[in-house]
C-alpha cells in the first residue's frame, strides 16, 4: 500500500520561497498512470489544487498559482517537491501531497503545517 509523508520547514518568512518534499513509498512515482499531486488547506477555508507532476514528468499547475509553483521530482529517492515563491501570510495552510487515480485522490500524505509570519 502506497504512502505518502511530506517534510519541510513549518515557518517561512513572507517574500521567501516555500519548498516542501513529499516521500512515497510501497509504489514507484513512475509507475503509468499516477499523478502525485500538491493541495493545501488555509484555516477555515477549503481544500485547494495546487498542481502535480504525472509519472511521466510531466507537470500541471493551477492557473492562480501557476507563476509562483514549481513542481519537480527525484526518481532516485522517489520523491516529490513543491516549491512556492514569493510567499504571504495568505499562504498559510496544511499542505498535502497525494496520488492520483484516474481523477481520484486516492492516497494522501498526513499534512505538514506551513506558517508565513515574519
Known amino acids: 500500500q502506497v504512502q505518502l509523508q511530506e517534510s519541510g520547514p513549518g515557518l517561512v518568512k513572507p517574500s521567501q520561497t516555500l519548498s516542501l518534499t513529499c516521500t512515497v513509498s510501497?509504489?514507484?512515482?513512475?509507475?503509468?498512470?499516477?499523478?502525485w499531486s500538491w493541495i493545501r488547506q488555509p484555516p477555515g477555508k477549503g481544500l485547494e489544487w495546487m498542481g502535480a507532476?504525472?509519472?511521466?514528468?510531466?507537470?500541471y499547475y493551477s492557473p492562480s498559482l501557476k507563476s509562483r509553483t514549481s513542481i519537480s521530482r527525484d526518481t532516485s529517492k522517489n520523491q516529490f517537491t513543491l516549491q512556492l515563491s514569493s510567499v504571504t501570510p495568505e499562504d498559510t495552510a496544511v499542505y498535502y501531497c497525494?496520488?492520483?487515480?484516474?481523477?481520484?485522490?486516492?492516497?494522501w500524505g498526513q499534512g505538514t503545517q506551513v506558517t508565513v509570519s515574519s
Open positions: 497525494a496520488r492520483v487515480d484516474a481523477g481520484v485522490f486516492g492516497s
Open positions: 510501497g509504489g514507484s512515482i513512475t509507475t503509468n498512470y499516477y499523478y
Open positions: 507532476i504525472a509519472y511521466s514528468g510531466s507537470t
